[in-house]
């Protein structure tokens, strides 16, 4: 996913300074308002990442509302190939 764009997740991997690489898998759920998710994004001036589901709308919420979201991390060690990606989303999302 890309800065304001709506996907059902988002992945952010690097390589630290052995070579060695690891990965952010940021998952939203289907049973969440506005799913797929708009994403904040960035890489400068410093890395970040957030489930935006406002980023391009504003949502009220009455005082005596509840809003309950779900959202998945997963920190992987090493790079997660497409398939990985995929199966992992699955099990959350099909949750």
């Given at each position: 996913a890309i800065m304001g764009e709506?996907?059902?997740g988002c992945?952010?991997?690097?390589?630290?300074?052995t070579g060695?690489?690891?990965t952010l898998l940021f998952l939203d759920h289907p049973s969440?308002?506005?799913?797929?998710n708009q994403w904040f994004m960035r890489i400068q001036p410093?890395?970040?990442?957030?489930?935006a589901f406002m980023f391009g709308e504003e949502y009220d919420l009455a005082a005596d509302e509840t809003l309950a979201m779900r959202y998945r991390i997963l920190f992987c060690d090493g790079a997660l190939?497409?398939?990985?990606?995929e199966i992992?989303?699955?099990r959350w999302q099909g949750s």
């Open positions: 709506r996907a059902a992945l952010f991997g690097r390589h630290d300074g060695a690489r690891s969440n308002l506005r799913f797929p410093f890395a970040c990442v957030s489930f190939d497409q398939d990985e990606i992992l989303a699955e």
